[in-house]
């Protein structure tokens, strides 16, 4: 097939100058250019207000659920059992001390009832159970917060013995797993939620030796575990909270700690770092522990939604530290946060 070309259309076009060509052609890319992030932009926009919209509806009937908290002695547990009393939830809060459910107690509704739980001992993983069955009775338990947790001393991995570290599996990852287990039963009659409290060192394991192990542990059971349950009705979320200021993050008695396992620390190991690297060390850790924040609510309030909300998140991110600094950096090549992470150490004594 032939292409015919009209002479007046080749007459016209020679007639055009170059540049003035050119930036049409220009002009044209550029409107597209515009049109196209215009959409996008549209697009993006449209999501979040369809989410903003979705996570706003609230289940029904709340003052008829019941909630299950782990570690309500005080921190976030504390927060969250005070904070889901008073919008007139059902609260069987799980203290680890009789001093922490009477403190407690003194602060809320009749509502709200204690019992004692050591998440690292069976028997009493099984008598809480025993007990939350008798409070739901044929309702169901609507709500199961795993909250309680240790962190102990802030060092490096080879400063701690292997016994240093079943305390914080024992709780943080074991503990939880077995009161999940003791009660999803009640969860599932209730098609309810799961709440598992990690830290955004669950993401990226920056520091925190055996603790971030035991959050990356509660990361894969969370995970794990939605994706097998989920045909029951039953959710489960992650809240994965950044640097926050609780009896458990307290710098001078973290830092204590830190110096009796350095002092037990094998002293061929204490030389190849050198005091003068754990002295930095321990400035460094004693100057970011005092940054952390002291608004609970954040992490608290990413709780109560995923409890409460028609549409829970799959993971909650809490606080400006955990969404702006460590959960972009887990996004990030591992060689480049690698080499990010040497720049800003200072170099063990016996470094090569």
């Not at 170059?18 to 215009?38: C, K, R």
């Not at 709500?143 to 709780?171: H, K, T």
């Amino acid at each position: 097939m032939s292409v015919v070309v009209c002479p007046g259309v080749i007459c016209i076009l020679m007639l055009i100058p170059l540049p003035q060509v050119t930036a049409y052609v220009t002009a044209q890319e550029s409107g597209h250019s515009l049109i196209m992030w215009f959409y996008l932009v549209t697009l993006v926009g449209l999501y979040y207000l369809l989410r903003w919209y979705r996570e706003r509806q609230v289940v029904s009937h709340l003052h008829d659920k019941y909630v299950f908290i782990t570690g309500c002695d005080s921190g976030f547990g504390n927060l969250l059992a005070r904070q889901l009393d008073r919008r007139g939830m059902r609260v069987l809060a799980a203290c680890l001390t009789e001093k922490g459910a009477e403190e407690l107690k003194s602060k809320t509704s009749d509502r709200l009832e204690t019992v004692i739980l050591d998440v690292t001992n069976t028997d009493s993983i099984s008598a809480a159970t025993q007990w939350v069955k008798e409070h739901v009775g044929d309702k169901g338990l609507w709500g199961l917060v795993n909250n309680a947790g240790v962190f102990q001393a802030f060092a490096y991995i080879e400063w701690c013995r292997p016994e240093d570290c079943m305390s914080i599996f024992q709780v943080n990852l074991i503990g939880l797993a077995q009161v999940t287990l003791s009660m999803l039963f009640l969860v599932k009659k209730a098609r309810g939620r799961i709440v598992n409290v990690s830290s955004v060192l669950g993401r990226v394991a920056l520091f925190g030796g055996f603790y971030s192990c035991s959050k990356y542990g509660v990361e894969a059971f969370s995970d794990v575990l939605r994706r097998e349950i989920r045909d029951f009705g039953v959710k489960v979320s992650i809240i994965e909270p950044g640097s926050f200021k609780t009896r458990m993050t307290d710098a001078e008695l973290i830092i204590e700690k830190t110096k009796k396992t350095w002092e037990a620390t094998p002293e061929h190991i204490r030389e190849s770092y050198g005091q003068q690297f754990f002295d930095d060390f321990c400035n460094t850790t004693r100057r970011e522990l005092k940054k952390c924040s002291t608004n609970l609510s954040l992490v608290t309030d990413c709780m109560e939604h995923a409890l409460t909300s028609k549409y829970p998140r799959t993971r909650y991110s809490a606080g400006w530290d955990a969404r702006l600094f460590f959960i972009p950096l887990s996004y990030l090549p591992t060689s480049l946060v690698d080499c990010l992470l040497a720049i800003s150490r200072r170099k063990p004594a016996q470094a090569v």
